[in-house]
């Protein structure tokens, strides 16, 4: 299974760090933004 084990990392990550999960996600999304549509930022 390919993506077995970054499921199981985003348990984990769910599971024992809800706020780093969350942090991780807004800079991903952040960056990602920045990427697509760096005209805007």
């Not at 599971?15 to 933004?33: D, K, S, T």
Request: glycine residues 8%; hydrophobic residues 55%.
């Amino acid at each position: 299974m390919k993506t077995g084990k970054a499921s199981w990392i985003t348990f984990w990550l769910q599971e024992a760090n809800p706020i780093i999960y969350r942090v991780l996600l807004m800079l991903w999304g952040f960056y990602g933004l920045q990427l697509v549509s760096p005209s805007i930022l």
